[in-house]
């Protein structure tokens, strides 16, 4: 492809960059998240802040702690689940113009944000920290303590190029813990789709969902499968979801299938009637604050850490931006040369790594799922005083 028909969406200056580029990204073999893109296409966000995606809903996480059947606890488990999908997958596309590649976290980075209570929903926290940097790792909490609500989880990605698309293979997953009224408790295990980054010779690019997520716990197993345009509906975005009693509970057997695009609305195929979900409301954006005892952001906050770079990309400096961002990555290479040099390494804040996570073990069998073990990070309930206030 030629400088010419790089595609309107990139700006002229830029072309013949973004060609070379995604001509080095089809010639390139294994992992691509170490490579540099174009500054235009540059997020000013860093990973470690996408966690945050997983409650831009707050109210309908909240209602799962409300929910009195485990049925209904289950159904609202899928619900928040497939309207948390917007958020992590769609909506830069409405505010930046298309997909942004996102700062590289450091280690040891941290991000700690809340969700106010409002209507009676609860306070909810979320804490987040770059527990590793090759490859790169995002482990987060998220705890509704009111609603006895609690997410943990660790989140990796391994991208390649295939066919024109930029295919990201989401390692990790996610385990949510619902402790209930009678002191008992309800854990839901969350695995990660697919995608795939479409639009790239056009220097527009954008999020399709691919593979399938399983939603397993509370006495259910499910599995969300995810198509592009044209597979369920004609429509970009489709999923289906497929939720069925675990076997060996009892009862008649009752599968529950839902349809729609999880970026707008979807609806009850089999198991009930009328309308799933709905996310044409408007998100609420996590308030981010400050991990320090007074509420200040520590250096190695995100926020705080890629200021200056945010400013330069917010402002079209790119210059300005590419020269704080070669800085930082400069001064993380100089520590991780000294720890190797002492023969020490970085030491995580809030959490600890297992090789192994019974919870996923347990629920994975239900689903078959594979690989049949995976590693945790263990949150070490260490909030800092700030969320206490």
Known sequence: MSEQTAGEAVPAA????????????ASMSGDLSSMTAPSFILSPTSLTEFPAYWCERPELFAAIGDAQTPEKRYLAVVE???????GQYTSRNESMGSEKKPLNPALGELFYG????????????LLVEQVSHHPPITAY?????????????????????????????QLGHAVLTVKLPSGSTEEYLLTLPRLRIEGLWYGSPYIELTDHSN????GWVGSVEYKGKGYF??????????????PGMGGAHKEIVIEGQWNTDSHFVSGGSGPFHNVSTPKEEV????????????PMETRELWKLVAKGIRENDFDSASREKSRIENEQRQLRKEEADKGTTWELKHFKHSESDPIYEHLGKLAKLTPPTEDMYVFQENWPETFKA
């Open 215 to 218: 939603i397993v716990g509370g």
């Open 80 to 86: 928040w689940f497939i309207s948390t999908l917007k």
């Open 114 to 125: 809340t969700w106010p209570d409002k209507n009676g929903r609860g306070k909810t926290n």
């Open 233 to 246: 509906s004609g429509k970009a975005h489709s999923f289906k979801a497929t939720l069925n009693p675990q």
């Open 287 to 298: 308030h981010a604050i400050g991990g320090g005892t007074g509420g200040e952001m520590g």
């Open 141 to 169: 909490v998220i705890e509704n303590a009111s609603k006895g609500l609690k997410l943990v989880g660790h989140n990796a990605q391994k991208t390649s190029f295939s066919t024109g698309s930029i295919i990201v293979k």
């Open 14 to 25: 830029q072309r013949g960059s973004w060609t070379s580029f995604v001509k080095s990204l």
